[in-house]
T-cell receptor, first 114, second 112 residues
Framework: QKEVEQDPGPLSVPEGAIVSLNCTYS??????FMWYRQYSRKGPELLMY????GNKEDGRFTAQVDKSSKYISLFIRDSQPSDSATYLC??????????????FGSGTQLTVLP | KAGVTQTPRYLIKTRGQQVTLSCSPI?????VSWYQQTPGQGLQFLFE???????NKGNFPGRFSGRQFSNSRSEMNVSTLELGDSALYLC???????????FGEGSRLTVL
């Protein structure tokens, strides 16, 4: 079983819909949680970065972390066709010596239909 | 400010050959990390370099190696290529060893 599980989709929604993307994990040492967006033939770009449990909002994006359930979510409000991409969750522990060693989910492919 | 630059973008090799991939980090970034991305395994950490020293290494065989130069540019090498090495190899740089990772567009390697 992988340390981080993510539904690969694909997920198709109409423009304007609220999108919910989720990951579950098994390693209780994970404390930092990230969401990356990857367009086709591009490298991943960081969308959201959270530490420990709680919510974080940035424009149309909200990240939630529930450490008790080992479950993280990304919500996209008022989704746009330009949001069509693969969304990857990533996480790591607190050891600064391995801070670059992120564990990624497999990614969810999202298509927002105009 | 220029982003992370990786060369070559695409390459085709045959089994048994070796390959060298290059990464130029964002100016001022001293940490360079390498990841392998495949449809089956997703993104997997290869190794990280900071100030010309390897700080951390993922669970990959010794055929995978890398180095970093004094100008922070990095190279990774894969020797004795296998079909399973076909992947997108991503380089990421950061200003510090805990800062945000900025990824390049990757080098897509196909092994025939």
């Amino acid at each position: 079983q992988k340390e981080v599980e993510q539904d690969p989709g694909p997920l198709s929604v109409p423009e304007g819909a609220i999108v919910s993307l989720n990951c579950t994990y098994s390693n209780s040492a994970f404390q930092y949680f990230m969401w990356y967006r990857q367009y086709s033939r591009k490298g991943p770009e960081l969308l959201m970065y959270t530490y420990s449990s709680g919510n974080k909002e940035d424009g149309r994006f909200t990240a939630q972390v529930d450490k008790s359930s080992k479950y993280i979510s990304l919500f996209i409000r008022d989704s746009q066709p330009s949001d069509s991409a693969t969304y990857l969750c990533a996480m790591r522990g607190t050891d600064s010596g391995s801070a670059r060693q992120l564990t990624f989910g497999s990614g969810t492919q999202l298509t927002v239909l105009p | 400010k220029a982003g992370v630059t990786q060369t070559p973008r695409y390459l085709i090799k045959t089994r048994g050959q070796q390959v060298t991939l290059s990464c130029s980090p964002i100016s001022g970034h001293r940490s360079v990390s390498w990841y392998q991305q495949t449809p089956g395994q997703g993104l997997q950490f290869l190794f990280e370099y900071f100030s010309e020293t390897q700080r951390n290494k993922g669970n990959f065989p010794g055929r995978f190696s890398g180095r970093q130069f004094s100008n922070s540019r990095s190279e990774m090498n894969v020797s004795t290529l296998e079909l399973g090495d076909s992947a997108l190899y991503l380089c990421a740089s950061s200003q510090t060893v805990t800062g945000e990772l900025f990824f390049g567009e990757g080098s897509r390697l196909t092994v025939l």
